[in-house]
């Protein structure tokens, strides 16, 4: 099927006089989680994971992806002619220098610029023009997917203010005074989740982040939203007019952006908005670059949001208490997969108050499988648990107080030295990133050493992220804070909500993985700055039989003992007599 699909591929771009075809992994809106309709790159490749880019030329063809999806990759690119080129190791050409080494000068290089952003179009096309290569405009597998699915027609619903904590009409006020401190009269808003915080709406066009397919143009005087019209329920069009926000159809905005009046100044996001759409704005604008104001409005918590997180904790902890209870005890009567994990979680999870879905898709990684960091247990391939060995689940839930995102390493069995090893040396890193106080203008990036310093000392590693944003019942990824080695600028500041995840992975063995979410708080002030520190949300204990306590010392093993009695005490009186005991046995240390 892929070699196929392929094939046709490259008769359309020598038809079209193209040498090299590239197709990455996002939609217009450059969305993490793509709708079925732009799933161009799955659709050419067979590999599903979540982040990866392929690149196609007459005789080659590649994938590029990070060390999350190596294991995946490898599997799922067996026998389709597509080699796996690893990112971020050491001699891994970059798709750019790769292509320069492939092609000549006068050599075309096509990508479908509606899925790329501004900013990624611009430095593609700087890069190969130093070697005399084109770069153009072009969908080329539109024509070849003739049961390419439609635009979701879901609709639409009301997040009520008591969850949002604040009107429309207080954030488009925000708004545009932050679009005029822009020295801009107008702003392009393509990311769905920015719209469905402006507007206080959510959906469930994408799988896992309730947001909806559509566009907004906001100017000085009018709110326009772009969405297919199906999509508006009675109830969301009486809360539009109440905001004084028009509709149109969502493909106006193409229209709507070309017909823009003479000396507009329109501030556009260039790391967001498609590079399409980008060049229908006329020449009479004058056009602003920079990030939209609303990604750290919506980084930023108001009290009514952050107090929807700590509801949402006890709700999900609760479930997850009786969850790991019920797997303790199915464990050792009968054979659970990896698949029906992921389903009995969900199970677990539907129960509690305000739950809406999954906030992703769970991994469930039990031994090796536990090594690969975006795993995705499959009927065909999964693991059948056994009385032994250890278990990585990572899940999550969207609630309409709030989103949630945990990851519990547990023994299954008596764990190994080694094992009891290596997450006590993850676990000091967790502690440590969570005990944080940092002064005003603390970045992410300055913050990471400290979940690594422990894994560094004693020669790990491990590849992804500490910590990444999460939105309020939004995206479980979101910008434009994070706690990563890369070189983010953006300040931590009050209000953020972000994970607290370092891990370890021994390939063909087992990968550890311990995540809480945790908010940035008011800190002391002292002589020499105001401090921040960070409150731990998630309510779940650790897994005793894996912590070495030897290895920690006296503050971090009053943390450990302060955060159980915490979980303890908050989760306990919505548990029955038997819960309450397993809870407690859990919490004792």
């Known amino acids: 099927m892929i070699t196929k699909r392929l094939s046709a591929l490259r008769t359309a771009m020598s ?18 989680y793509v709708p079925a309709r732009w799933k161009d790159r799955p659709w050419i490749s067979g590999f599903t994971g979540s982040a990866g880019v392929v690149v196609i030329t007459a005789d080659e063809a590649g994938l590029w992806t990070d060390s999350r999806y190596f294991l995946q990759a490898e599997q799922q690119l067996a026998g389709s002619g597509i080699d796996l080129y690893r990112d971020g190791i050491p001699g891994t050409p970059s798709i750019n220098s790769w292509l320069r080494s492939k092609l000549r000068k006068g050599d075309v290089v096509a990508v479908n610029a509606m899925v790329y952003s501004v900013s990624e179009y611009r430095c593609l096309e700087a890069e190969l023009s130093v070697s005399g290569i084109q770069l153009r405009d072009a969908d080329l597998i539109s024509p070849l997917w003739s049961d390419r699915p439609a635009i979701p027609a879901n609709q639409c619903f009301v997040l009520d203010e008591k969850f949002a904590g604040e009107t429309v009409q207080s954030k488009l006020e925000r708004v545009r005074q932050k679009v005029n401190d822009s020295n801009a009269d107008t702003l392009v808003i393509s990311s769905l989740d920015e719209i469905a915080w402006l507007l206080n709406l959510r959906g469930s066009d994408v799988e896992f982040n309730p947001v909806f397919i559509s566009y907004v143009l906001l100017t000085k005087s009018d709110c326009t939203l772009f969405i297919v019209p199906d999509k508006i329920s009675k109830e969301v069009d009486r809360h539009l007019l109440q905001c004084g926000v028009k509709t149109a159809n969502y493909n106006d905005i193409e229209k709507a952006l070309a017909d823009l009046r003479d000396g507009s100044r329109v501030l556009v996001d260039d790391k967001k908005l498609n590079h399409r759409l980008f060049s229908l704005l006329p020449d009479s604008v004058s056009v602003v670059c920079a990030p939209s104001p609303i990604q750290l409005m919506k980084a930023q918590k108001n009290a009514v949001e952050i107090e929807g997180f700590r509801r949402a904790m006890v709700t999900d902890g609760v479930s997850l208490v009786r969850f790991f209870r019920w797997l303790e005890d199915a464990v050792s009567r009968q054979p659970i997969t990896e698949c029906d994990v992921m389903d009995s979680l969900r199970e677990f999870r539907s129960k509690g108050e305000n739950f809406v879905g999954e906030s992703f898709g769970t991994i469930a990684g039990y031994q090796d499988h536990g090594a690969i960091v975006h795993y995705e247990a499959e009927p065909a391939t999964c693991h059948t648990l056994k009385p032994a060995g250890i278990l990585l689940l990572d899940s999550g839930g969207q609630y309409l107080d709030g989103t949630t995102d945990i990851t519990r390493t547990i023994a299954l069995g008596t764990p190994t030295d080694e ?28 913050l990471d050493i400290l979940a690594r310093h422990a894994l560094w000392q004693n020669g790990l590693h491990y590849g992804h992220g500490t910590g990444h944003g999460v939105g309020h019942f939004l995206c479980v990824h979101e910008g434009p804070h994070s706690v990563r080695t890369d070189n983010n600028t953006t300040e931590l500041r009050p209000g953020m909500v972000m994970s607290d995840e370092p ?77 309450r005991l397993w809870l407690k046995a859990k919490c004792e240390i």
């Open 419 to 446: 094992q009891c090893r290596d997450y006590t040396l993850v676990l000091k890193g967790h502690i440590a990133l969570a005990r944080a106080q940092f002064p005003e203008g603390t970045r992410g990036n300055q």
């Open 15 to 32: 038809n079209a006089g193209i040498s090299a075809y590239i197709v990455p992994s996002t939609d217009p809106h450059a969305s993490e």
């Open 503 to 579: 891990g370890l992975y021994r390939t063909g063995k087992w990968g550890i993985r311990i995540e809480n979410l945790i908010t940035v708080v008011e800190g002391p002030t002292t002589e020499f700055a105001h401090f921040y520190r960070f409150e731990t949300l998630t309510l779940c204990p650790y897994d005793k039989r894996l912590i070495d306590f030897s290895m920690l010392n006296d503050e971090e093993r009053a943390w450990v003992e302060q955060y159980h009695a915490r979980v303890y005490e908050t989760l306990a009186p919505r548990l029955n007599d038997d819960e």
